[in-house]
């Protein structure tokens, strides 16, 4: 089993910045992607981001130029939000792949609130 730990939300002003990390641990086979999906009240959870264990990354088209996803050298990825809107607003979760005698298992984190609002 996995365990997805995030931080980094909280209550932004428009134009502001925030940095969220979220950190796999416990019986991991191989990863294959660490992402981030985010889920607005009322509206479906959507991708934001993505990178692949090859490196490259996707990026949802509402945030390209204003967020930044990146990994460390081990399980953690991080998700650089810059220029925030009150439209980002939202739940945003982790998401982990990982790969385990061929077969994709995915694993959510328990969310964390971005708030931006003047």
């Known amino acids: 089993q996995v365990q997805l730990v995030e931080s980094g939300g909280g209550l932004v002003q428009p134009g502001g910045s925030l940095r969220l990390s979220c950190t796999a641990s416990?019986?991991?086979?191989?990863?294959?992607?660490m992402g981030w999906f985010r889920q607005a009240p009322g509206k479906q959870r959507d991708l934001v981001a993505r990178?692949?264990?090859?490196?490259?990354t996707h990026y949802a088209d509402s945030v390209k130029g204003r967020f930044t996803i990146s990994r460390d050298n081990g399980n953690t990825v991080y998700l650089e939000m810059n220029s925030l809107k009150a439209e980002d607003t939202a739940v945003y979760y982790c998401?982990?792949?990982?790969?385990?005698?061929?077969?994709?298992?995915?694993?959510w984190g328990q969310g964390t609130q971005v708030t931006v609002s003047s």
């Open positions: 990178i692949i264990s090859t490196g490259t």
């Open positions: 416990g019986n991991i086979f191989s990863i294959y992607s």
């Open positions: 998401n982990v792949e990982e790969l385990r005698f061929g077969a994709l298992n995915g694993y």
